[in-house]
């Protein structure tokens, strides 16, 4: 597979120099100074090529080109909103960037509850916890009919919680859940807005009477929209799973496991409408075995992130070493390499370790590096045993 970085723009820390020397190959990135919505230019897409080409480097993914939330809760704007990811498809495409990464979540894009979760060893990884996101759904955001998505026990139990949480934990688990997550992702939410509850609560409140059938609709009649333009110019899309994989927060989630990326697939049945295969995000669900889904879907599959996570008994998760875990990323590394070893593939977040402090959450430079080889080594065996 092609080794790729994500890598956040010119403003990024990590610079491509560094990339080079050690063994990246292709730039997985977007126009982050973009606001979501609006059309990225030749201009600004060619200025960012040749930057990148200048170091020696291909511009191989974009990562993502953010689908506005009219698009996928069915708003007015939404034909305007599709107009303008086309023309910003055409766009890629004349510049010769053909593989498109994006997601379908509303509101809310992937879900930690702690990102400096200590190991023994003395690096740290990100964590998923059950209650504790429980208890910012009821106690911080106190969402509408929050009651009816959580038994008389669990909500007995965050209530107890709750006698022992303090103004700070509280706001960090804002800062952590709504904020530092999705501020480099997504836009909804930035660092610096000032009611960021507020701001979530009301974009939540977007998708009242949004079920999983409406979802799925919204999303075959954008796939439908935009087939034409990624025809034309050879464009791969490639939606990216659910992380966690499951309904949170009384919003549906339509990228889970098999049965929900079988009927994507086949709802809009074009080599253009593709997978992006994240086996972290897909290892997180206890409803999906990984390297099944990999045998599946490789046919389909247009880009590979590389990460692995283990599930805990009371059904928190924690994302594990690369070469550990549920995402059984060596068993991966074969079935990819053996269906197209141009894949481009990144690993995917890392833990903070040795003098990483400072970067977006997940994507430290030394972590992942040390993956980065963990995941080279892996190839070059897998190669060589043909
Ligand atoms: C988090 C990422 C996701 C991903 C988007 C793709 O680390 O894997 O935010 O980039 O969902 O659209």
New binding site residues.
């Given amino acids: 597979m092609e080794k790729t970085w994500r890598w956040f723009g010119k403003k990024d820390r990590i610079t491509l120099q560094m990339l080079r020397q050690i063994g990246v190959e292709g730039i997985v990135t977007a126009l982050h100074d973009v606001p979501n919505g609006e059309v990225w230019t030749p201009e600004a897409i060619r200025d960012l090529k040749t930057y990148i080409e200048d170091a020696g480097l291909r511009w191989s993914v974009v990562?993502?080109l953010p689908v506005s939330e009219a698009i996928k809760y069915g708003g007015d704007e939404r034909d305007r909103l599709i107009d303008n990811y086309i023309a910003s498809l055409a766009n890629l495409g004349k510049a010769g960037i053909r593989t498109v990464?994006?997601?379908f979540?509303p509101v809310i894009?992937?879900i930690r509850t702690d990102l400096d979760y200590k190991l023994p060893d003395g690096s740290s990884t990100l964590f998923f916890s059950k209650e504790k996101f429980a208890y910012f759904d009821v106690f911080v955001l106190k969402r509408k009919n929050v009651e009816k998505d959580y038994t008389r026990d669990e909500l007995n139990r965050l209530a107890k919680l709750n006698q022992s949480m303090t103004e700070a934990e509280k706001d960090r688990l804002i800062d952590t859940i709504i904020v530092k997550t999705q501020g480099f992702?997504n836009g909804n939410i930035k660092e610096g807005d000032q009611n960021p509850v507020a701001i979530f609560n009301r974009l939540l409140s977007l998708y009242d009477g949004i079920d999983k059938d409406r979802l799925r609709e919204h999303l075959r009649y954008f796939l439908n929209r935009i087939m034409p333009v990624c025809e034309t110019y050879g464009i791969h899309m490639c939606i990216?799973p659910d992380?966690p994989p499951r309904q949170v927060l009384g919003l549906p989630r339509i990228v889970t496991g098999a049965e929900d990326i079988r009927w994507i697939l086949d709802a809009v049945d074009n080599p253009h409408n593709g997978l992006?295969f994240?086996a972290g995000?897909l290892s997180s669900g206890a409803q999906n075995d990984v390297p099944a889904m990999a045998r599946d879907f490789a046919g389909r599959t247009r880009f590979v992130?590389l990460r692995s996570t283990e599930i805990l008994p009371n059904g928190d998760f924690i994302e594990a070493p690369h070469l550990e875990g549920r995402g059984h990323l060596i068993e991966l590394v074969r079935i990819f390499e053996n269906e197209d070893p141009h894949l481009p593939m990144r690993v995917?977040?890392g833990r903070l370790m040795l003098d990483d402090a400072g970067y977006n959450p997940?994507y430290a430079f030394h972590g992942r590096m040390y993956a980065l080889a963990q995941i080279d080594g892996v190839m070059a065996t897998i190669r060589q045993e043909g």
């Fill in positions: 990562e993502s990464c994006y997601n979540m894009d992937w992702i990216h992380d992006t994240c995000s992130h995917d977040h997940g």
